[in-house]
């Protein structure tokens, strides 16, 4: 088939989203090179990914480019052979067995704290800020480890183990806030170092450990978006560890992005290059790990919230660039851009939630208030 035969095509899928190819509107996509119409019909997302990041196209409005095409479902629409071999592979193997448990922190934690303390704000927290009566970045943020500390009922002497720390910004503030003790367990040498050093004189100790090798008893327990890295195969593993470790009259709280339908894998162009070994969750899955291990108090969706994150995480990596540049190339800087816009679209238009699941191992006596 001719180039103009592969535009055709693609001018086809696009009838109906409201945009355009050449369009004068900001979310209307300006193709620079004619391969590009080949190479996205062959590789779907990935495709689509990898030839923005080469410079092949734009689109001024980049989220809002993403956001249309996916509110008329066109990643459906073009299945590739890409497809096929992710999901074969994740329905075939373990990709988050253990020998693989510290490749994302490797390949996505340790790409630099630099970029991280730029980008993510005041604190170093990389999950789903709280807006509801916030009005930047920082507050946010803070609201949503305070909501997350509400929910638990933190109190003095406490021990609490929060799975997938980070950089340490949760425990170190509960221990000031509200007299805790803790354990973060992170993949991440980099988040574990600086973990370390900013809670250095609070009763918190800060492990490189995999989630299926913990011990001991708390009173306690949270994880803020790390149950994406689980995968499928190990949801059960990963709801009887933290069964072993949850005091009987303890509380669980499950903060993670959630999908609309079970699958067994993650975008292509996202494995490739951002998170690899991911998969998001469904209400399903996440429903028959946790049954006959406990009883779910609370399910509260702050999908809004989100996209206002992830919006305001690219202004700060957009302005931060002249600084970063010294340190990470244009590719990257692309690959970045289009990384944050694509989630922002995401959860624009409803194909991801957040969500955090409050659980008990008995039930909480007299039943459990929610806050909000």
């Not at 190819?21 to 209307?28: A, E, K, L, T």
């Amino acid at each position: 088939m001719s180039q103009s035969g592969f535009r055709r095509r693609v001018e086809h899928l696009l009838e109906g989203t409201g945009i355009r190819i050449g369009g004068p509107n900001p979310w209307d996509i300006q193709v620079h090179n004619g391969d590009f119409y080949r190479r996205v019909l062959a590789h779907g997302s990935l495709g689509l990914g990898e030839s923005y990041m080469q410079g092949w196209w734009e689109a001024g409005d980049l989220d809002g480019f993403i956001h249309r095409l996916l509110m008329a479902n066109l990643e459906e629409k073009v299945l590739t052979v890409d497809n096929l071999l992710g999901f074969l592979q994740a329905t075939v193997f373990n990709l988050q067995k253990p020998s693989r448990a510290f490749e994302v922190g490797r390949r996505h934690y340790d790409m630099g704290n630099a970029l991280y303390k730029h980008m993510l704000g005041k604190r170093l927290v990389y999950s789903c800020g709280y807006w509801e009566t916030a009005g930047n970045l920082d507050d946010a943020q803070e609201a949503k480890l305070e909501l997350v500390f509400r929910k638990l009922g933190l109190k003095p002497g406490m021990r609490v183990l929060d799975i997938g720390c980070g950089w340490g910004e949760a425990l170190k503030l509960a221990a000031e806030r509200y007299g805790i003790k803790g354990v973060g367990i992170t993949v991440s040498e980099q988040q574990a170092e600086y973990a370390r050093r900013i809670c250095n004189n609070l009763p918190i100790e800060i492990r490189l450990q995999d989630y299926r090798l913990l011990d001991g008893k708390f009173d306690r327990i949270f994880s803020i978006g790390m149950f994406e890295h689980v995968g499928v195969k190990n949801y059960p593993a990963y709801m009887q560890a933290v069964h072993r470790c949850l005091n009987d009259d303890g509380l669980f709280l499950l903060h993670t992005i959630g999908g609309n339908k079970s699958v067994h894998d993650t975008d292509a162009w996202i494995a490739k290059y951002i998170f690899p070994n991911g998969m998001l969750p469904s209400i399903r899955q996440i429903a028959e790990a946790s049954e006959d291990r406990f009883i779910m108090e609370d399910w509260h969706n702050l999908n809004v919230n989100y996209d206002k994150t992830l919006l305001a995480w690219r202004r700060n990596f957009e302005n931060s660039w002249e600084e970063l540049k010294t340190q990470y190339n244009e590719t990257f800087r692309r690959m970045w851009y289009y990384y944050l816009s694509t989630s922002a679209a995401s959860f624009r238009a409803r194909k991801n939630q957040v969500w955090q699941i409050v659980f008990s191992p008995r039930g909480v006596p007299g039943g459990y208030t929610a806050p909000r």
